[in-house]
């Protein structure tokens, strides 16, 4: 199956920090999406962004696929920015998501 | 957008017993579920593929007769977790696809005594 790379593992912000969080994986995909888990473990949509760049707020995504990796960004903190980020993708079969262990992230005030 | 909804959120029941957890679609039609598991601090493990008026599609390792999944609407899929064990205790999240994206079901906390 594909291998799919996230880094950094943990990462602590102050409130108002601007961050990147990285997503590599090993082979073509036809889905990628970035979650975020709230510590209740909802996660919840962030993008869907299997090629090219969008914005959503405070939040974008870049996913360069022929050098299979994606890039999301958090501008401005805050701390309900905290939470695990995952990147989730799918290679032949469309639809079963594979993920990558998630950045843990924290926001301090 | 898209909702998915699970129940029980939490679950806590005797060695030997079997639960039931629902996921449902709210505002769509799903023939696709995914069933997935998720044990503390770690990612999210895909546990099988349910598919509307067929049999499911276990992931390696996983044991179709302990983990029954039943989709037997476009709205709803069931995981019924037989003769539970201790060891059975996790995070069990569903989700669905409506056109290209995959949302996800609050999660059902399951422990096992």
């Known amino acids: 199956g594909i291998q799919v790379e996230q880094s950094p593992p943990d990462l602590i912000l102050q409130e108002g920090a601007n961050s990147t969080l990285r997503c590599n994986f090993s082979d073509s995909v036809n889905n990628l999406q970035w979650f975020h888990q709230n510590p209740w473990g909802q996660l919840i949509n962030l993008f869907y962004?299997?090629?090219g760049t969008k914005q959503n707020g405070r939040l974008s995504a870049t996913t360069v696929a022929t050098e299979r990796y994606s890039l999301l960004y958090i501008s401005s903190s805050q701390t309900t920015d905290s939470g695990v980020y995952f990147c989730?993708?799918?290679?032949?079969?469309?639809?079963?998501?594979?993920f990558g262990a998630g950045t843990q992230v924290v926001v301090t005030p | 957008g898209a909702v998915v909804s699970q129940h029980p959120s939490r679950v806590i029941c005797k060695s030997g017993t079997s639960v039931k957890i629902e996921c449902r679609s709210l505002d769509f039609q799903a023939t696709t579920m995914f069933w997935y598991r998720q044990f503390p601090k770690q990612s999210l493990m895909l546990m099988a593929t349910s598919n509307e008026g067929s049999k499911a599609t276990y992931e390696q390792g996983v044991e179709k007769d302990k983990f029954l999944i039943n989709h037997a609407s476009l709205t709803l899929s069931t995981l019924t977790v037989t003769s539970a064990h201790p060891e059975d205790s996790s995070f069990y999240i569903c989700s669905a696809f409506n056109t290209e994206t995959q949302y996800f079901g609050p999660g059902t906390r399951l422990l096992v005594l």
């Open positions: 989730a993708v799918a290679g032949g079969s469309w639809g079963k998501l594979q």
């Open positions: 962004i299997p090629s």
